[in-house]
């Protein structure tokens, strides 16, 4: 399935202004979730874009955000702390409630992963949590800078490189993770968790995947990511990530559980809530998108109404073709039908009953292959007149409108 992604932005816990992304399936959205990214990362890094991309495919739409003062986010990263991510999380999960749907799944990538632990007893609507590589204290970063902790300790801050870049670290950031418990958190957590973690980690040890697993209470479910790095940094493994993530939440997020209404004998069309027209399209098992282009002020996420129209003409008209060709035993080997719709002036239309205003005019292109002399050609254009959609197109129809409950 096709996704979009939205730019967005909203207000954190110290009102920094923080950048994010909202994936969403181009169809409609069966659940939406929240993901945090691990130490000095972004949004952007690919576990957390893959993995976005990898649920929005598979309909869970999924808010990232830069926490304040990296990526694109406001703000001073100096002056945040662990405790300030959680804060940025509880002010995401407020603005996705307002402004979308409520974020039941709760992702979370290294550190990431423990400041949901932290905040999902903040976020009331989370049904889920999903741990990737996650620290089983937030205290683990630590280790990224070790032998700068004395002079931060002693100073007050201090200039660290993490990951090639630098950062400033001071002692209200240490402070603040050394008393920072992540067991109380997953002890309490009273929701469904899954733990992700690969066991040749090296920069969050399997060990901590293993202290959070015995703490939680079930349900909890552990899936080993095998020969992934920390970061996800190969496609196939965020994939993974993202296949197991959708399939596990189904069990516990609404919506995401329920089948198709198979019994359904109409078409039911109902809006998405993405952009301004997209439609929701169900007839029988099957679903379809419709939409507007982005001309028109849709997301071109699908068909227009028309192009759906014109799709009618051009199917009947080809498996009208296949069924005579078959019955008469014509060597007709493969047929196709170009559809083009116009709105035009009725004066324009000689042989149109119609002479003012303006009208639908379908203009049908048949290409035939095959052994076919030029009576069973002539024969075959004539049947496709007799096509069910093109003779609804060309009489009058009824339409019948009532309130439904």
Request: hydrophobic share 40%; proline share 3%.
């Amino acid at each position: 399935m096709a996704t979009i992604t939205r730019k967005l932005e909203f207000a954190g816990g110290d009102g920094a202004k923080l950048a994010a992304r909202l994936d969403l399936p181009a169809g409609p959205v069966q659940a939406y979730a929240l993901f945090a990214h691990c130490f000095t990362c972004s949004k952007d890094i690919f576990a957390a874009s893959r993995i976005a991309a990898g649920l929005a495919g598979q309909g869970i739409a999924v808010l990232r955000f830069d926490f304040t003062g990296l990526g694109s986010s406001e703000g001073e990263f100096a002056s945040t702390n662990f405790s300030s991510n959680v804060d940025d999380l509880v002010h995401a999960a407020n603005y996705l409630r307002d402004n979308f749907g409520a974020p039941e799944l709760l992702i979370g990538h290294s550190l990431g992963g423990a400041a949901v632990l932290a905040a999902a007893a903040r976020i009331p609507d989370a049904r889920a949590v999903v741990t990737i590589g996650a620290p089983a204290e937030a205290d683990h970063v630590i280790k990224n800078f070790t032998a700068d902790i004395n002079r931060i300790d002693q100073d007050g801050e201090a200039t660290v490189s993490l990951a090639g870049r630098e950062f400033t670290i001071r002692k209200q950031f240490l402070d603040d993770v050394r008393g920072a418990s992540i067991d109380d958190a997953v002890a309490n957590l009273k929701r469904p968790l899954l733990v992700m973690h690969a066991p040749a980690d090296q920069t969050v040890g399997i060990e901590n995947a293993v202290h959070i697993f015995t703490k939680a209470k079930h349900p909890k479910s552990y899936v080993s990511l095998d020969t992934a790095d920390h970061l996800l940094t190969k496609r196939a493994d965020a994939k993974y990530a993202a296949d197991i993530i959708a399939a596990w939440a189904s069990r516990f997020v609404s919506r995401l559980d329920q089948k198709l209404d198979q019994a359904i004998n109409v078409v039911r069309v109902s809006e998405t809530g993405n952009g301004r027209f997209q439609q929701a399209i169900q007839t029988g098992t099957h679903q379809l998108i419709a939409d507007e282009p982005e001309s028109f002020g849709g997301l071109d996420s699908g068909p227009s109404p028309y192009d759906f129209l014109a799709m009618a003409l051009g199917t009947c008209t080809a498996m009208t073709l296949r069924m005579y060709a078959d019955r008469k035993g014509l060597p007709l080997e493969h047929v196709s039908v170009d559809v083009d719709h116009k709105k035009i002036h009725a004066e324009d239309c000689r042989d149109c009953e119609q002479k003012t205003g303006r009208l639908d005019r379908f203009e049908r292109t048949i290409r035939l292959k095959g052994d076919l002399d030029e009576t069973a050609t002539q024969r075959l254009l004539e049947i496709a007149d007799r096509c069910p959609v093109h003779q609804t197109l060309e009489r009058k129809s009824k339409i019948e409108t009532r309130l439904g409950a």
